[in-house]
């Protein structure tokens, strides 16, 4: 059934509304999804939707720390801004996000539009909706059920790319960064060797070929994985030497990161941050936006998608770091932060089959593309690696980087998960981490109350 925008429209509205009273923490995308179906072209049918300031926000990791920091940002030096900031990133959540800030004629009514769009959803949705900023965090290997090679993804992103449009791009990754001759204007947003800088040369270490020319990217050093200041050895694909926006000093004690001659705090610490800092800045700086105005942003600041939780249990402090498990960069950076406590502890690591479409998905080249190294050389009580699927190959990952075998249970099942979690009862520390991807976190936190309810 087609029917009139008008009314696909109000039915959207109805939708929307109904889901709101039903759970407000639900139906993100409900009504934009059925609105799309019942009218052709939904989305084009929208008016005063200024372009210019139509910013999309794409690419592997950071999506969705970096739309919502940029939103909070342009929001809170006062313009009016609307976002799909509960991560409904494909055709349903932008239409859904249009629906819930436009009048019933169909006029936007906000001055800004941030949207975080999945990757292969990006060529569909640009189509309709012609952004002219996009915002491109990073390009790796993710999702390989789904996306398969990187380069699928950069194909894609290649048909988007026009000169009408403003790239914001990382200077420090090298498969989004070839994109920048498609473009009309490039900001290349940068974060300078710093104290969490490395370099790697593990044997499981390998790097990419130029997405220009196919020979050996070379890095000068890494600030995540895969990201870093580079160089091809055969062609002129590398770093730009000056960035219009590079983060040069990370003040670490005092939540601050300078950025030119300017001094902005920041709530959250992590490497990964940095860069969503700095792609704002960037952004919010070609819209007008003050460095007074994005500092006060900054300040207030809290990631309402933030996967990493402290935790109590019967004494013991529990560190929660949580993964969508589809690529080694969020895991290799839950590794570092575990690797920067230098104390005791215990870690508990449970990687699962992700049941999203079939076929399902065990694939684990992201555990080898990662480095254990720095855990394993601080002093760890007891490694609990669970699940029943990549459980003996995530406990081999650790033993091949130095862990001592003796100090590793494997449960190779994952029905009753209370069972492994007590194992924190025979722990002398009271210091533990938990990883795990997404699937196990209801359950982890209903354990944990029910057994604070039993303690009183």
């Known amino acids: 059934m087609k029917l009139p925008f008008q009314i696909a429209l109000c039915i959207g509205k ?3 509304i109904a889901a709101r009273i039903v759970d407000n923490n639900r139906g993100t995308n409900i009504s934009g999804k059925i609105a799309t179906k019942l009218c052709p072209n939904f989305i084009n049918h929208f008016k005063k939707i200024d372009y210019n300031k139509v910013i999309m926000v794409t690419g592997t990791n950071g ?3 970096t739309t919502n920091l940029i939103a909070h940002t342009i929001a809170k030096s006062g313009r009016k801004t609307a976002t799909n900031g509960e991560g409904a990133n494909m055709m349903g959540g932008v239409a859904t996000t249009l629906i819930k800030n436009s009048s019933l004629s169909g006029k936007f009514k906000k001055e800004f539009l941030i949207l975080e769009i999945d990757e292969r959803s990006l060529p569909a949705i640009h189509e309709v909706l012609p952004a002219r900023n996009l915002v491109i965090t990073n390009l790796q290997k993710d999702q390989v059920q789904r996306n398969g090679d990187p380069d699928f993804i950069y194909r894609k992103f290649e048909k988007v790319i026009n000169k009408e449009i403003t790239l914001y791009i990382n200077n420090e990754e090298p498969r989004s960064k070839a994109l920048e001759d498609k473009a009309g204007q490039v900001v290349y947003f940068s974060v300078d060797k710093n104290e969490n800088s490395f370099e790697k040369n593990s044997f499981y270490c390998v790097t990419l070929p130029c997405p220009k020319c196919n020979h050996k990217i070379e890095y000068d050093y890494f600030n995540l994985e895969s990201i870093g200041n ?13 960035p219009q926006v590079k983060i040069t000093n990370i003040d670490l004690e005092n939540n601050q990161i300078e950025c030119g ?3 902005y705090p920041i709530t959250y610490t992590t490497p990964f941050y940095i860069y969503n800092y700095a792609a704002t800045i960037a952004v919010a700086k070609q819209m007008g ?36 498990q589809e690529n080694p960069e969020t895991l290799q950076s839950a590794i ?22 079939l076929p399902y998905y065990s694939n684990t080249f ?10 394993t050389k601080t002093p760890v009580e007891k490694y609990i690696v669970f699940s029943k699927t990549v459980c003996y190959d995530t406990a081999n990952r650790i033993i091949y980087d130095g862990a001592d075998s003796s100090k590793i249970e494997i449960y ?12 924190m009862d025979e722990l002398k520390t009271n210091n533990i981490y938990i990883l795990t991807g997404m699937k196990p976190y209801n359950k982890i936190k209903s354990f944990l109350a029910e057994e604070a309810t039993k303690n009183g």
Do not use: W
């Open 261 to 263: 001659e300017e001094l």
């Open 63 to 65: 999506k969705s720390t």
């Open 412 to 423: 190779d099942y994952e029905e009753d998960i209370s069972v492994i979690l007590k194992k």
């Open 289 to 324: 936006i003050t460095s007074e105005e994005i500092a006060s942003g900054f300040k207030t600041f809290v990631n309402p998608g933030e996967r990493r939780e402290i935790l109590t249990y019967k004494g013991k402090t529990i560190h929660y770091l949580r993964m969508k």
């Open 14 to 16: 109805a939708i929307a």
């Open 230 to 242: 580079f160089h091809c050895s055969n062609c002129n694909h590398s770093s730009e030497e000056k």
């Open 366 to 375: 992201y555990f080898f593309d990662c480095n254990f190294q720095d855990v």
């Open 336 to 357: 570092d932060t575990v690797a920067k406590d230098k104390n005791s502890k215990a870690i508990f690591i449970g990687f699962y089959e992700v049941k999203d479409f």
